[in-house]
């Protein structure tokens, strides 16, 4: 019987049974100078769409680890339907977003520039490292797909028939979160988008534009102004709760 691993890392490649996986430099250092594993010690992949595999050091090639793979333990789960829009913010802060984010199992990222937004420049590979690292210590096996920078005007074009925009309203203009995603009670298949704006908030004339949209649907998130990672970890966690994926029964 063969122990599962404590170590799980994300790749890329495509995984398949007794494959050769060469890590990167990064995941190699990790594993051998952090970790102080060696030849025949065993490690946790994924990649987002074949499961979960348990792989098998078998040797370093110009200190680059070698595996191989051994044996799928997990098939890949389903992603959900919650994405997160959010008016990008310092860098520490948005770091901390993509990280809960996927703890708390969002799909889709879409950094959205707004009026008040005081950061137009995200990096998006520094985004999809923390979501992948997120990935790694929280047991998921899907990851989420981190989308460029776009306008508010164009996030909103082409708008997906069926899905809700929750839209984050502190100027208190929304209905409470809780009573509206309640209302709908436990579909799991409903399909959301959250929308928090910056640290100014959303201007009038967006207030005023958003509102005449027939997908949106404005939230309030309770009597105290909440920062913006506050917001997205409060809301998507009412979001998860209701909707079921906290149930026992969800992979």
């Not at 920078?149 to 997906?160: A, E, G, I, R, Y």
């Not at 404005?218 to 917001?231: N, S």
Request: aromatic residues 6%; contains cysteine; proline residues 4%.
């Amino acid at each position: 019987m063969i122990n599962t691993p404590k170590i799980r890392l994300y790749i890329d490649d495509n995984i398949e049974t007794e494959q050769i996986i060469t890590l990167n430099e990064k995941q190699s250092h990790y594993l051998v100078k952090v970790m102080r594993l060696n030849i025949s010690d065993l490690v946790l992949l994924f990649n987002g769409r074949d499961g979960e595999w348990i792989s098998e050091i078998k040797s370093f090639e110009k200190k680059l680890v070698v595996l191989k793979l051994v044996k799928c333990i997990r098939i890949q789960e389903e992603q959900t339907n919650l994405w997160l829009a959010f008016a990008p913010i310092k860098r520490g802060r948005i770091d901390l977003i993509a990280e809960k984010a996927t703890e708390l199992g969002v799909s889709r990222l879409i950094p959205v520039i707004t009026a008040h937004t005081q950061t137009t420049k995200v990096n998006t590979t520094r985004l999809r490292a923390n979501a992948n690292e997120a990935a790694e210590q929280c047991n998921r096996l899907t990851v989420p797909e981190i989308i460029e920078p776009t306008s508010l005007k164009n996030f909103l074009s082409s708008w997906p028939l069926g899905r809700i925009l929750l839209v984050a309203d502190e100027t208190g203009g929304g209905a409470p979160i809780l009573d509206i995603i309640g209302r709908s009670g436990r579909k799991e298949n409903t399909a959301y988008t959250l929308l928090v704006g910056p640290e100014g908030g959303f201007s009038s004339e967006e207030l005023d534009e958003l509102s005449k949209l027939p997908f949106v649907t404005k939230i309030d998130l309770g009597p105290r102004v909440l920062r913006a990672e506050t917001a997205v970890v409060a809301a998507i966690s009412v979001i998860q709760a209701v909707s079921g994926d906290w149930q026992n029964d969800k992979v």
